[in-house]
């Protein structure tokens, strides 16, 4: 997937599922995130979002997230999203509004999110 | 001389894949009018925002058989975007795919935010956002 397009990379790094998000995601892509992320889900041990190269997300997707997020947790899962610098402003801004920056578990790069999806 | 459009208008089908036919609509009248970034991806998340709400709620089946009426347009410094449907209102759904924040979300970003039911039916949004500086 070519980095600005809109579109969803899996890879598998050690035991832990990667899933990018690259471009922007709302309504009309939530259903395809979901389903990658319960795919991944049903055989990783730790769950990485990187949201790195993601431009925009909105509501939609944010309950995607929160929902990978609870899954995770209930199945002794780790689980960790990257929310990075290179974020678009869209994505920090709707997890700022919402408060759910605190509440979602969040790292600063893609490696530190693969890092602590992995060390549970 | 170069005209710079200062309005658009655009109408959907009411069904998820025309939330970002909307979005890409807004940023081009944006760009034309020189906002910077940050105030366009407010905004962009806002409408959004509305769009969808429009989608989930005016027409619970997702059939797309229904339509969303959306202008924005560029008065006094500022930019009026109103976003129409025509189908059963704000109707509530335990199965939302949403959160219940798209409401809030608008409300923070836009200067105000007024939810009315014109004639005929339907739910009509109107929001009114600044276009210099962030938009707190």
Same mark, same amino acid.
């Given at each position: 997937m070519t980095s600005g397009a809109n579109g969803i990379d899996v890879e598998r790094i050690g035991a832990v599922d990667v899933v990018t998000l690259h471009g922007e995601h709302d309504l009309s892509t939530a259903t395809d995130v979901s389903r990658r992320i319960d795919s991944a889900l049903e055989t990783a041990s730790g769950l990485a979002i990187d949201l790195?190269?993601?431009t925009f997300i909105d509501s939609a997707v944010l309950r995607v997230l929160i929902t990978a997020q609870e899954r995770a947790s209930a199945q002794g899962a780790g689980f960790a999203i990257a929310v990075a610098d290179s974020s678009g402003h869209g994505v920090h801004r709707l997890l700022t509004l919402t408060g759910l920056d605190a509440k979602l578990s969040t790292r600063p790069s893609r490696e530190d999110a693969i890092a602590a999806a992995g060390a549970r | 001389m170069e005209t710079v459009s200062e309005r658009v208008e655009i109408e959907i089908a009411a069904?998820? /894949?025309g939330v970002p036919l909307v979005r890409h609509a807004l940023r081009g009248l944006l760009s034309g009018l020189d906002v910077g970034d940050e105030v366009t991806a407010d905004i962009a998340l806002a409408v959004t925002e509305a769009c969808t709400n429009a989608v989930v709620h005016?027409? /619970?089946?997702? @059939?797309?058989?229904g339509t969303i009426h959306i202008t924005a347009a560029h008065v006094d410094g500022a930019l009026a975007v109103t976003v129409r449907d025509h189908?059963?209102?704000?109707a509530p759904r335990v @199965?939302? /795919?949403?959160?219940?924040v798209g409401l809030p979300v608008i409300a923070a970003i836009a200067q105000s935010v007024e939810i009315g039911t014109p004639e005929g039916g339907g739910t009509e949004v109107r929001m009114r956002f600044a276009l210099s500086g962030p938009a707190e």
């Open positions: 790195s190269q993601t | 069904a998820a /894949p005016a027409y /619970p089946n997702g @059939d797309g058989q189908g059963g209102g704000m @199965d939302t /795919p949403g959160l219940g």
